[in-house]
């Protein structure tokens, strides 16, 4: 955990196409069934990327010159914000609110804890080097000074993580009954 941040960040990295999503998608709803709440945020590499349906009213006052557009509705906020850079990480991570874990896809030159996400079928090397890793998810059968998880360990990895980032005594901390 990085000091500037009071809530736990765990960036899942790894090459395009390599399953970073499809872990992610694993991990949360394990988590969720253990009381944690999670948030993610997803680093999209093209600056042009559409989050609002082109023709609606939030579209039209965003091409109309509006900054930052937010949409409301029972149960649910989307906030879009137009901006010449890449904002840092920390910035974004100081937006969320009510949750006990953010998953960011992405960010491998930041410093925060990382897993990557190697598999055979893209690459048979990691993109980082495993002194930036916390864990390593994988179908090669790698042998790191860090733990190593195969892509059907979802339950040993989230126990892993409980007690790593979310201050569990054992792994199964939070588990629901």
């Given at each position: 955990m990085d000091s500037h941040s009071p809530i736990p960040v765990l960036s899942i990295v790894g090459r395009s196409r390599s399953g970073k999503t499809t872990l992610i998608e694993a991990i949360i709803p394990k988590l969720q069934g253990r009381g944690w709440r999670v948030g993610t945020i997803k680093h999209h590499a093209h600056p042009d990327f559409d989050f609002d349906v082109p023709g609606k009213d939030s579209w039209r006052y965003a091409r109309a010159g509006s900054e930052h557009?937010?949409?409301?509705?029972?149960?649910?906020?989307?906030?879009?914000?137009?901006?010449?850079?890449?904002?840092?990480?920390?910035?974004?991570?100081?937006?969320?609110?009510?949750?006990?874990?953010?998953?960011?896809?992405?960010?491998?030159?930041?410093?925060?804890?990382?897993?990557?996400?190697?598999?055979?079928?893209?690459?048979?090397?990691?993109?980082?080097?495993?002194?930036e890793?916390?864990?390593?998810?994988?179908?090669?059968?790698?042998?790191?000074?860090?733990?190593?998880?195969?892509?059907?360990?979802?339950?040993?990895?989230?126990?892993?993580?409980?007690?790593?980032?979310?201050?569990?005594?054992?792994?199964?901390c939070g588990e629901m009954d």
């Open positions: 557009v937010i949409i409301a509705a029972p149960g649910k906020i989307g906030s879009v914000e137009y901006m010449n850079e890449d904002p840092p990480l920390t910035q974004l991570i100081d937006r969320m609110h009510g949750v006990d874990l953010v998953l960011t896809e992405g960010y491998h030159w930041e410093t925060w804890p990382k897993i990557e996400v190697l598999r055979t079928e893209r690459s048979s090397e990691l993109r980082c080097d495993p002194s890793l916390s864990a390593v998810v994988t179908d090669l059968d790698l042998h790191l000074q860090i733990p190593v998880f195969g892509f059907d360990e979802i339950d040993r990895l989230v126990d892993w993580i409980a007690v790593t980032f979310l201050g569990c005594n054992s792994a199964s």
